[in-house]
């Protein structure tokens, strides 16, 4: 199944990459040497959002993850992509209205895209390039416990970049699974510094979660909320 969906992905230009996780995620990008019409399965509101995009890489990107749940989706519950219909919450979570229970989740970087879907779970996901971050100690104090501060500092590599967007994603992907968003305070729980499974207390729940480094100088983080 997974050669298929690939193959299936590739069919409109997308190059996509199973991530280990409880629940399908996927990283994908646009394949340079194929120009398959991405667009293809996506609607006229997509499409029209993707053509106010200014940059044609974050355009083409946009079409990519976007295109990619909708085959995804389409090969796991048998819905044709053009027939997809999604909505949010009060936060902004999306979700498959053809489907009960089924949230769907995305994140961006750089010129690829993460996507994810599970059913009668609530999902987060997150990505982040490795990179320099400017302040990276301030943002630490704004949005950062103590405890984290503190590991941080007491890394022989304090206050590294890869270290502090470990604590990063996963805190994302967290909120995220929440549904809640940017309501739920970053300082107010306590993910810990660096990559692995470990269960988070956000919110007066318990938040499954791991963050993975598989290759790249990507940072990949997922948390669920319940049991797939």
Same mark, same amino acid.
């Given at each position: 199944? /997974?050669?298929?969906?690939?193959?299936?992905?590739?069919?409109? #230009?997308?190059? /996509?990459?199973?991530?280990?996780? $409880?629940?399908?995620?996927?990283?994908?990008?646009?394949?340079?040497?194929?120009? +398959?019409?991405?667009?293809? $399965?996506?609607?006229? &509101?997509?499409?029209?959002?993707? *053509?106010?995009?200014?940059?044609?890489?974050?355009?083409?990107?946009?079409?990519?993850?976007?295109?990619?749940?909708?085959?995804?989706?389409?090969? &796991?519950?048998?819905?044709?992509?053009?027939?997809?219909?999604?909505?949010?919450?009060?936060? =902004?979570?999306?979700?498959l209205r *053809?489907?009960?229970?089924?949230? @769907?989740? %995305?994140?961006?970087? /750089?010129?690829?895209?993460?996507? !994810?879907?599970?059913?009668?779970?609530?999902?987060?996901?997150?990505?982040?390039?490795?990179?320099?971050?400017?302040?990276?100690? #301030?943002?630490? !104090?704004?949005?950062y416990t *103590?405890? &984290?501060?503190?590991?941080?500092? &007491?890394?022989?590599?304090?206050?590294?970049?890869?270290?502090?967007?470990?604590?990063?994603?996963?805190?994302?992907? @967290?909120?995220?699974?929440?549904?809640? =968003?940017?309501?739920?305070a970053p300082?107010?729980?306590? @993910?810990?510094?660096?990559?692995? $499974?470990?269960?988070?207390?956000? *919110?007066?729940?318990?938040?499954?979660?791991?963050?993975?480094? $598989?290759?790249? +100088?990507?940072?990949?983080?997922?948390? %669920?909320? +319940?049991? @797939?």
């Open positions: 199944m /997974g050669e298929d969906l690939v193959a299936t992905l590739a069919r409109h #230009g997308i190059i /996509g990459e199973r991530i280990a996780a $409880p629940f399908p995620l996927w990283l994908v990008r646009a394949d340079p040497d194929n120009a +398959g019409d991405v667009s293809a $399965p996506l609607s006229d &509101e997509e499409r029209a959002r993707a *053509d106010r995009f200014r940059i044609c890489a974050l355009a083409r990107r946009y079409l990519t993850a976007h295109g990619a749940l909708r085959l995804l989706i389409e090969a &796991e519950f048998g819905i044709a992509a053009s027939r997809q219909r999604y909505g949010v919450n009060d936060f =902004g979570k999306p979700h *053809d489907v009960p229970h089924v949230q @769907c989740n %995305m994140s961006y970087s /750089g010129e690829v895209a993460l996507v !994810a879907f599970a059913r009668h779970v609530e999902i987060g996901i997150d990505m982040e390039r490795v990179r320099s971050v400017d302040d990276a100690a #301030g943002l630490a !104090a704004m949005y *103590d405890r &984290e501060l503190m590991q941080l500092n &007491e890394r022989p590599d304090a206050f590294s970049d890869h270290a502090f967007l470990t604590v990063w994603v996963r805190k994302e992907a @967290c909120s995220k699974a929440l549904g809640k =968003g940017l309501s739920i300082s107010s729980f306590e @993910c810990g510094v660096g990559c692995g $499974p470990r269960n988070v207390l956000v *919110d007066g729940e318990v938040v499954e979660s791991d963050v993975v480094d $598989p290759k790249g +100088g990507l940072l990949m983080s997922w948390a %669920m909320r +319940g049991q @797939c």
